[in-house]
Structure formats: structure tokens, C-alpha cells
Antibody, heavy 118, light 107 residues
Framework: EVQLLESGGGLVQPGGSLRLSCAAS????????MAWVRQAPGKGLEWVSS????????HYADSVKGRFTISRDISKNILYLQMNSLRAEDTALYYC???????????WGRGILVTVSS | EIVMTQSPATLSVSPGERVTLSCRAS??????LAWYQQKPGQAPRLLIY???TRATGIPARFSGSGSGTEFTLTISSLQSEDFAVYYC?????????FGGGTKVEIK
């Protein structure tokens, strides 16, 4: 059974950093592309970043480029999102998601809340 | 950046009715489109990918159509569990983008 479990969220001051983790089970990260998608409170979905399954190719939304880094630990089957220079507008529920086809996502975690506030 | 526009923003529907949701791309995206359903407090659920392919376990009352710039999600007979927000998503093009969503509410 495929499962995704995010962790590492919380309250951080503007300018601070957080690292989100997404523990995957039921499949291997080495064979599947993954993404982070976020949702600000009461708002729609926003794609944040993706990493290719067969390579380490990465992609970022302009809103996070240069501040966020997506990575994975194949041996632990964990996906990460390192978030630096956080801003109030980064406040959101962050989901990790597994790709099924052309960067559409068939499995999602429950999400982890990141709040950026002083 | 390709912009995905969904309409209407809200749709009031009675159970049993046929529902048609629209998603328009600002330029042609071939069939690179997915549809998701999201209920309050839950993660999105993939319904359709490749514009018209139902995801595993999705009931046959959900169907997707379209290509190029115009796409449609149809629910043939709305069930009580279908009241939710529906999002379209551009696939296979960077940046990936989501439409603003259509909320299907009880009339």
C-alpha cells in the first residue's frame, strides 16, 4: 500500500528555515517522480517543486526558486524540501505527492502545516 | 507561463443532476491535463489524467474530455459524496499550474 507521511512543519519567523520530510512506503523514490504542492489557508493548490524519478532533475516554481531545494534519500526512501529565507506568503499546508503520468499525482500525503510569522 | 482558468467558480447543484465543469488553458497543452477532487480537510484526489483517463478506483460517472485549450470534467449523476472543490492541473509543462478551482455545492 502506498503511503506518504510528511513531517517537519511548524511555526518559523520570517527569514528562517525549515526542512520538510516525506517518508514514502509501498514504492521506491528511485523509480518515481515526486513533487511538493502547497495550499495557503482557504486558497487553491500551488505547485512548489518536483524531482524526477530516474534522475535528479529538479524543477521549481518561480516563487520559491533560489530559496527552496528538493532532494531525496533513496536509501531511506524519504523526500525532502529544504526551505530557506521563508516569507509570510510561504504559510501553507505542504503536501508531498507521487507522480503517475506526466507530472500528475495519484497519491498525496495528508499535508504538513508551515506557518511563517513573527 | 500557461494559465489555467476554471469556470464557474461555484456551482449549485441538486443530487442526481449532470454536472459539467470547464477548464481553459491560455495556450494549447495537447492532452496534458489532470482533474482532482478535494474535500474539506482532505488531500486532493486524482480523478482524471491525460485529459480523459480515469484514475484507479474512480467511478465511471466521472469523465474527462477535451484537448488543446478547452477541457471538461463531467459528473453524469451527482452523488452526495461528490460535493467538493474540483481543480484542473496543467501537466508536462513547466511550471505546473492549477486552475483556481470550482466548488460544487448543494443547491
Amino acid at each position: 500500500e502506498v503511503q506518504l507521511l510528511e513531517s517537519g512543519g511548524g511555526l518559523v519567523q520570517p527569514g528562517g528555515s525549515l526542512r520538510l520530510s516525506c517518508a514514502a512506503s509501498g514504492f521506491t523514490l528511485s523509480s518515481n517522480a515526486m513533487a511538493w504542492v502547497r495550499q495557503a489557508p482557504g486558497k487553491g493548490l500551488e505547485w512548489v517543486s518536483s524531482i524526477d524519478g530516474g534522475s535528479d532533475d529538479t524543477h521549481y516554481a518561480d516563487s520559491v526558486k533560489g530559496r527552496f531545494t528538493i532532494s531525496r534519500d533513496i536509501s531511506k526512501n524519504i523526500l525532502y524540501l529544504q526551505m530557506n529565507s521563508l516569507r509570510a506568503e510561504d504559510t501553507a499546508l505542504y503536501y508531498c505527492a507521487k507522480d503517475i503520468w506526466a507530472w500528475s499525482f495519484d497519491f498525496w500525503g495528508r499535508g504538513i502545516l508551515v506557518t511563517v510569522s513573527s | 507561463e500557461i494559465v489555467m482558468t476554471q469556470s464557474p467558480a461555484t456551482l449549485s447543484v441538486s443530487p442526481g443532476e449532470r454536472v459539467t465543469l470547464s477548464c481553459r488553458a491560455s495556450q494549447s497543452v495537447s492532452s496534458n491535463l489532470a482533474w482532482y477532487q478535494q474535500k474539506p480537510g482532505q488531500a486532493p484526489r486524482l480523478l482524471i489524467y491525460d485529459a480523459s483517463t480515469r484514475a484507479t478506483g474512480i467511478p465511471a460517472r466521472f469523465s474527462g474530455s477535451g484537448s488543446g485549450t478547452e477541457f471538461t470534467l463531467t459528473i453524469s449523476s451527482l452523488q452526495s459524496e461528490d460535493f467538493a472543490v474540483y481543480y484542473c492541473q496543467l501537466c508536462n509543462n513547466w511550471p505546473l499550474t492549477f486552475g483556481g478551482g470550482t466548488k460544487v455545492e448543494i443547491k
